[in-house]
């Protein structure tokens, strides 16, 4: 069973901070997705990461993914508190294709103060 | 395109009450799913679809079905309510599951009641 784990699970940052949130799977995987979801709202992508290595990054966001270690990251730059929200990490865990049969971590709350 | 769209909103069922969320995509997109979201556990597989006439269990199926008939529809029945339905239900529906992998999007949640 594949488990996925993201850590933390609560972030409370000042405002130009830097900080990293983590996402570690437990089976093999070549698929890794991230999500931002603001309160009662739905989830919105940020990022696709399908290779060992990729890395993607969109303004103050940068997402990358070591499939080996089986570890992913999303790495803030300079917080600020429009980043407020709930990240997740989903990973598809069929390999050499995808079946998006997506399992998510549970989530970590950012909190970004002035 | 509207998306994917959910109906209804917002919902209080009765233990035992029986209701369909229905979820519809104008983007002809062959993969379609559902999860729920509880607090503090992400979100959990449902039920999905690969394509009209084909659907397949996820996570956690008991208490779900669903059928596709069309492309664009994809509803969420639920048998006999009980209280450990309570959560928010999100629809995904992603292009081609056979194409270079791209994102799920998702509708914006039907928030269930059971009482």
Redesign the interface.
């Known amino acids: 069973e594949l488990k996925?784990e993201q850590n933390p699970?609560f972030l409370s940052m000042q405002e130009g901070k830097n900080y990293t949130i983590y996402c570690n799977y437990s089976t093999t995987s070549d698929?890794l997705?991230w999500y931002r979801q603001d309160p009662g709202?739905?989830?919105?992508?940020l990022f696709?990461l399908?290779s060992n290595g990729a890395v993607k990054q969109e303004g103050r966001l940068m997402a990358s993914l070591d499939t080996k270690a089986r570890l992913s990251t999303l790495h803030i730059t300079a917080a600020v508190h429009d980043l407020s929200a709930t990240y997740?990490c989903?990973v598809?865990p069929y390999r050499g294709?995808?079946?998006?049969?997506?399992?998510?971590?549970?989530?970590t709350l950012l909190t970004v103060n002035p | 395109n509207a998306g994917v769209t959910q109906t209804p909103k917002f919902q209080v069922l009765k233990t035992g009450q029986s209701m369909t969320l229905q979820c519809a995509q104008d983007m002809n997109h062959e993969?379609m799913?559902w999860?729920r979201q509880d607090p503090?556990?992400?979100?959990?597989?449902i039920h999905?679809s690969?394509g009209a006439g084909i659907t397949d269990q996820?996570?956690v199926p008991n208490g779900y079905n669903v059928s596709r008939s069309t492309t664009e529809d994809f509803p969420l029945r639920l048998l006999s309510a009980a209280p450990s339905q309570t959560s928010v239900y999100?629809c995904a529906s992603?292009p081609d599951?056979?194409a270079?992998?791209?994102?799920?999007?998702?509708?914006?949640?039907t928030r269930l009641t059971v009482l």
Do not use: C, H, I
């Not at chain 1, 709202?41 to 992508?45: A, I, M, R, T």
């Not at chain 2, 503090?40 to 597989?45: D, V």
């Not at chain 2, 270079?100 to 949640?109: E, I, K, R």
């Open positions: 996925v699970l698929r997705y709202k739905s989830l919105e992508s696709v399908l997740f989903a598809d294709g995808s079946n998006y049969k997506l399992t998510f971590g549970k989530g | 993969y799913s999860y503090g556990m992400g979100l959990r597989l999905y690969v996820g996570e999100f992603t599951v056979w270079l992998p791209d994102t799920q999007y998702f509708g914006p949640g």
